[in-house]
């Protein structure tokens, strides 16, 4: 989509000779134009709500809700979060978990502990530990599996005996490595706390967080839970809306200078908005590119674009 975004940006500003948008500029003017489209979802989905609430939203095909919240759910994601230090993990980010984090929906722990130990062979998609009791320790698929030593995690798929457990996924790659099991069934809520009573909350013997009542406090892109028993990565699960990805139109230049779409490029990404949104990134870049060449004709027509334009919440599917 991005290249026939950039085509017909490129064909409004030649037609009157306004003036020439260089790829970085065009890029630049798609990352602001998506995030604008993207921050408006979220708006619409509140007057949606709001519409319902008081009883005068559409329903069947007038019904936009759903399809409003599927566009949306694109962007949702469950990771587990990467330990700092002690009982302190980090905010999902590009070296954790691939994205940041645009809105924090809810934070989940897993307290209990069922096991801990050392693996002592090495079979593929297995923790195996010739020490361990599996079948007495209560260890049932869906619990969590987390190589503490190289902080991979896995599920139990089942336990095949008392040494030997299956697992989803391969993460013992080497012997001796530390390990840990979560009970999933243990999983439950933490509250968030703001910071000047999360003291207070703490040292407090009848409000001190348990297993059964976690809390956090969120300072910059770390968070700080309690009890402080929560300490392992596989510990803490958080669902949160993501950042879209930055869109970049990537290109060849060809011996006369002028560029060429290429997308085979390795850093290439396309829009992540669905394909009924492109009218807007072109109205909203071509606004951008009028502010850059001082063309107000130019921010006029995009913005009276917009104002005409017909709301469009679906995603493609």
Not at 175 to 187: D, H, Q
Request: charged share 15%.
């Amino acid at each position: 989509m991005i290249n026939s975004v950039r085509n017909a940006v490129l064909s409004v500003l030649n037609k009157n000779n306004y003036g020439y948008l260089s790829p970085s500029d065009f890029n630049l003017f798609a990352a602001n134009s998506q995030m604008e489209i993207y921050e408006e979802y979220f708006s619409n989905y509140n007057k949606v709500i709001n519409a319902e609430n008081a009883r005068t939203s559409g329903v069947d095909y007038a019904d936009i809700e759903q399809p409003i919240a599927e566009v949306l759910e694109y962007f949702l994601r469950t990771d587990y979060l990467s330990k700092i230090s002690a009982n302190k993990f980090s905010m999902p980010s590009p070296s954790t978990t691939g994205y940041y984090t645009y809105m924090l929906l809810d934070v989940r722990c897993k307290p209990v502990n069922l096991k801990s130990g050392t693996n002592t062979s090495v079979v593929s998609g297995r923790l195996v530990d010739s020490t361990a009791t599996f079948l007495t320790d209560d260890i049932s698929a869906g619990d969590v599996v987390t190589n503490i030593t190289t902080g991979l995690i896995s599920t139990v798929v089942s336990v095949i005996n008392n040494t030997n457990i299956l697992l989803d996924s391969n993460i013992f790659l080497a012997t001796g490595n530390a390990y840990a099991i979560f009970s999933a069934a243990s999983s439950v809520q933490a509250e968030k706390v703001i910071n000047n009573k999360l003291s207070l909350l703490v040292n407090s013997n009848l409000t001190k967080p348990t297993i059964e009542f976690p809390v956090y406090g969120l300072q910059g892109e770390e968070l700080t839970f309690y009890p402080v028993t929560i300490s392992n990565k596989g510990q803490v699960q958080a669902t949160y809306f993501r950042y879209p990805k930055v869109p970049k139109w990537t290109y060849i230049t060809l011996d006369n200078g002028e560029p060429v779409f290429d997308q085979s490029q390795s850093d290439y990404q396309d829009f992540e908005l669905p394909p009924e949104d492109e009218y807007k990134l072109v109205t909203k870049i071509l606004e951008y590119a009028g502010m850059s060449i001082r063309e107000i004709e130019v921010t006029q027509f995009g913005m009276q674009q917009q104002q005409h334009e017909q709301p469009t919440f679906s995603m493609q599917q």
